[in-house]
């Protein structure tokens, strides 16, 4: 527990920095879709082919990791469904839909990562795990994830579902994965892969930074229902997901690293969904935010868990 508490919250102080930007007036708010831009187009493949470029060449770690992209998306894609057969009739209610939406929806990968390599060490194709994870919450992001935080079935769109850059990074790093890229790779072109690669996480969370420095600390902590959606994502789902995988003929850092994938923080891109069609912003706002401070204390549960049942 030591190790998941210490590696989680090493994550979470890199929001300081960008709280205290913020506060000072050094960043703004305004300055957040530059900065995202930069983390979803530049860092984000730079985290995805570098990940794949830590990992042995061979046709049974491919199949891993195509497996576990199969798996998670279908359980990804099951369990929203699930709730959405029970919500919809109250979807109204944008509670509900926020919930919906939210209970699949993890940042599996600039939160996952840093975490679950930590947690798994020794297992290199973890990383991988998380990014093909990632390439399926985007499908459901913009399929029924748009639907859901807007209510409005045009939005839902297979384009953007496949042509986003989670999934075509996971493309390239594939390309080069395959012609072995890594070997052949330039000192100098491999290292600034890996920088911008380890820039992720940070940008990330200072990003959060400057959004929990522009919200209503009130309406952030003193609603009860975000709480509750909190609580589905990081605990309720993380053990649908074990108790999906537990009897599966799979590995156990396989299931070990869905059940701990299944419980990172609500995802951010669920906020610049609701940002580009106009939806429930601050809602989405505070459940990701608020469900990203929670993590501290559930994911070195989940970790408790998953070490009693695979190690």
Do not use: W
């Amino acid at each position: 527990m030591e190790v998941a508490f210490s590696n989680v919250l090493l994550t979470l102080l890199y929001i300081i920095p960008g709280f205290i930007c913020c506060k000072t007036k050094i960043a703004k708010a305004e300055h957040l879709p530059t900065l995202s831009a930069i983390l979803v187009y530049v860092c984000s493949p730079c985290m995805v082919v570098a990940s794949f470029m830590e990992i042995e060449r061979s046709l049974h770690m491919i199949g891993q990791i195509l497996l576990f992209f199969v798996v998670s998306l279908g359980i990804q894609t099951v369990l929203t469904f699930v709730l959405y057969a029970l919500f919809r009739k109250k979807f109204d209610n944008v509670k509900y839909r926020m919930l919906t939406v939210s209970f699949g929806l993890g940042n599996a990968g600039f939160f996952g990562i840093p975490i679950i390599k930590a947690l798994l060490p020794g297992h290199p194709e973890v990383a991988c795990f998380a990014c093909v994870y990632i390439v399926g919450m985007n499908m459901l992001t913009f399929t029924i994830g748009a639907y859901c935080l807007t209510g409005d079935k045009k939005r839902m769109t297979l384009k953007k579902a496949f042509l986003n850059p989670p999934f075509i990074s996971l493309l390239v790093a594939l390309v080069l994965y395959a012609v072995n890229f890594a070997d052949i790779m330039p000192g100098l072109l491999g290292g600034a892969l890996d920088l911008l690669n380890r820039t992720t996480t940070p940008l990330c969370m200072i990003i959060l930074g400057i959004r929990l420095a522009s919200v209503s600390f009130k309406k952030l902590f003193t609603r009860i229902y975000v709480y509750i959606i909190c609580a589905c994502k990081l605990l309720i789902f993380p053990f649908a997901c074990l108790a999906i995988v537990y009897y599966l003929p799979l590995s156990p850092v396989f299931k070990a690293a869905m059940f701990i994938l299944g419980g990172t923080p609500c995802a951010a891109v669920m906020l610049n969904i609701a940002e580009m069609y106009d939806g429930e912003t601050e809602l989405a706002a505070n459940c990701v935010l608020l469900s990203t401070l929670l993590c501290v204390f559930t994911i070195p549960v989940l970790n408790v868990v998953s070490t009693a049942l695979f190690s």
